[in-house]
C-alpha cells in the first residue's frame, strides 16, 4: 500500500498541480490581452458614468447616498474604484515577490515555474493597468495606511507556502466577484469595464494555480500547522480587504470624511455584499481545514462571513 505522506500523481506519474500547470499555459498562450493595445486610453473621462456599480459603494444604501447628487454619487464611485485598484497594485506587488521566492532556484523545465513566471509578467502588465486606469479616473496615489504597508513587507517575507498561496487567493476572489458585476454594468465608465474583464479572465487561471498549490502544500500538514496557516490566512485577508477603500476617498469625492467614514462603517448593505462575495472563497477554506474557529473570528470582523 502506497504511504499517505506520497502526494497523488496523475496517469504520467507526475502531480496533479504540474498537469494542471501545463494546462494553464496552454490557455495563457491563447487568451491573454495587452493592456496598451486594449484598453482606451486616449478617449477622455466621461464624467457622466460610474467608476464601479454604484452598488459596491461603500455608502450605497446609506442616509447619506440618499443626499448626494448623481454627480456626486458617480464621483464617488471614481475615486473608490481607483483606490480598490491602488490596492490591487500594492498586492500584485506583493504576489510577485512572494512567487518568486517560491521558485527560486526551482527546476525551470517543470510547467509550475514557467507558469508562475507567466503569472508574474501578467501581474506587471495588470498593475501598470491598474496604475494608469486610477489615473484617467482622476484620482491620487491611494496607499493602504502605514501600518499595513509594514505588515505588507513582512508578510511578502516571511510567508510560504499554502499561507502565500491562500493569501493570493483572498485577495483575487474578492476582486473577481466584484469585477465580474462593473465589466457588465453599462452605467461604469467603458474602459474601466474593460480593464475588469482583462483582469477576471486572466485572474481565473491564477486562481486556478493558487488552489492547487495551497492543496499541495497543505498535503503533509499537521494540525499545528494548519491553525497556524489558517489565522496567517485570515489576518492577510483582513488588513487586504479593510485596505481597498481609503478613507480619503471621501475628502476628494467632495464628500464630509467624518460622516461619510462613519455611514461607511455601519452600511450593513455592504457587509452583507463582502459575505456574498466571499461565499465560494469560504467553501474552498473549509474544504482546505483553513477555517478554524480563530480564522473565522477573523473573517467575521471582515465582514466575510
Known sequence: MASSTVPPTDQAGQPP????????????AKLSYDPATEVDWDTPLDEDFHGMSPEWSTLYGTRYWQELTEAQRKELTRQESASVASTGIWFEMILQQMVLRDMYAKDPT????????????DECRHSIMFGRGAAKLGAPAYRPPRLVLELGRAFKTLAV???????ILVAEEVLDVMQRDW????????????????HVVEESR????????????????????????ALVV???????????VNREVYA????????????????????????????????????ARLLTRPAVAVYRRAHLI
Open 183 to 198: 465589466m457588465r454594468d453599462e452605467r461604469v465608465v467603458p474602459f474601466v469595464r474593460t480593464i475588469n474583464n482583462i
Open 252 to 287: 476628494n469625492a467632495g464628500l464630509d470624511p467624518e460622516r461619510a467614514l462613519a455611514e461607511a462603517k455601519a452600511n450593513e448593505h455592504h457587509k452583507a455584499l463582502m459575505r456574498s462575495s466571499c461565499s465560494g472563497l469560504m467553501e474552498f477554506l473549509a474544504s
Open 161 to 167: 507556502g499554502e499561507a502565500a498561496y491562500a493569501s
Open 17 to 28: 498541480e504540474r498537469d494542471a500547470a501545463r494546462r494553464l499555459l496552454e490557455s495563457s
Open 206 to 229: 491564477h486562481m486556478k494555480f493558487a488552489r492547487e498549490e495551497t492543496r499541495a502544500r497543505l498535503r503533509k500538514a499537521g494540525p499545528l500547522r494548519r491553525r497556524v496557516q
Open 110 to 121: 517543470d510547467p509550475r515555474f514557467q507558469w508562475a513566471l507567466t503569472e508574474i509578467a
Open 234 to 244: 485570515a489576518i492577510a485577508s483582513y488588513f487586504i480587504v479593510t485596505s481597498m
